[in-house]
């Protein structure tokens, strides 16, 4: 069965999954970016191998996202993926269901900071383009598949609509059901890590141990995770679209801090746009 770590782009999702990996996986609990495989990213291309005939057709794969996933679950395990995907139904054809899922890891982040992460990460222009990025309800990630890209297996067509539409979807989905705010983890670590730990411990009924638990945060700060990039690279990263070089994936964390980085019109318009949303998370 799967446990989905579903987010917006850009919103602390692979922070979680590295915490989740060394706590999981790793003997010494340490954070290691080449081991972030064992909580794979779905949906990838390989999930489709002799599902699908036009895999850049939108229309095969979601007649085959349950389908899929109903693969991936024959070995009677349980397993976390990351997704970006929305929890939406595409003609009909929902993206996952109680069947083949057994709970949700929601991380949510405030899209005044989202949009700096966006400009950055996408080589948006400006912040004009960023917006419009954020704003899109018809917004997809993924592109055809190209031999000589490293990344080739994990750009497939990803449906993440608008900021708004994404959050409100996968509130939606009720079965073992856990909200992570990005701002909270920044701000209490051990007490939101430890909430995610109880939460596990609840659904797989496995107790986790303290020291454990502790050695994992302590590990997965966002400055380890940082250096760790640095000095090892990280396959995930991708390249600026204008010069070519790899980007620093962890590259602001706790210093993106919309106060400093967006101008008052900027501001209302994000306030405006997804006020009862924000409003709902205590964003405003």
């Known amino acids: ?37 064992k909580i794979d990213q779905y949906p990838k291309r390989s999930h489709f191998i002799n599902l ?37 139904n595409y003609k009909n054809s929902y993206f996952t269901n109680n069947d083949v899922s057994l709970g949700v890891v929601h991380i949510v982040r405030d ?35 190209d031999i000589n890209d490293p990344n080739a297996n994990r750009n497939i067509f990803t449906i993440i609509s608008s900021w708004k539409n994404h959050y409100n979807s996968w509130k939606q989905f009720k079965k073992n059901y856990l909200l992570v705010k990005y701002e909270d983890l920044i701000q209490d670590p051990y007490k939101e890590f430890n909430k995610l730990s109880d939460y596990l411990s ?29 000095k090892n690279g990280f396959a995930e990263a991708i390249k600026d679209k204008q010069t070519g070089e790899k980007k620093q994936f962890f590259n602001l964390g706790p210093d993106n ?24 998370l205590g964003y405003i």
């Open 111 to 145: 899209p005044r900071n989202v949009i700096s992460s966006i400009l950055y990460h996408f080589s948006k222009k400006n912040y004009k383009e960023a917006k419009e990025f954020l704003f899109d309800e018809n917004k997809a990630l993924g592109k055809k598949f």
């Open 1 to 37: 069965m799967i446990i989905w770590l579903a987010s917006y782009p850009k919103s602390g999702n692979t922070w979680v999954r590295s915490f989740l990996n060394s706590l999981l996986f790793n003997k010494n609990n340490e954070a290691n970016l080449e081991e972030l495989s």
């Open 202 to 230: 609840k659904i797989v009924n496995t107790n986790f141990d303290s020291n454990k638990i502790n050695s994992a945060i302590k590990s997965n700060s966002f400055e380890n995770l940082r250096k760790l990039e640095t």
């Open 52 to 88: 699908v005939t036009e895999i850049d057709n939108i229309q095969e794969l979601s007649l085959n996202w349950i389908k899929s996933q109903q693969i991936l679950n024959q070995d009677n395990k349980i397993k976390f993926l990351k997704t970006h995907h929305a929890f939406c």
């Open 257 to 280: 801090d919309w106060n400093k980085l967006l101008d008052n019109d900027l501001k209302e318009s994000i306030e405006k746009e997804f006020k009862n949303e924000m409003s709902e």
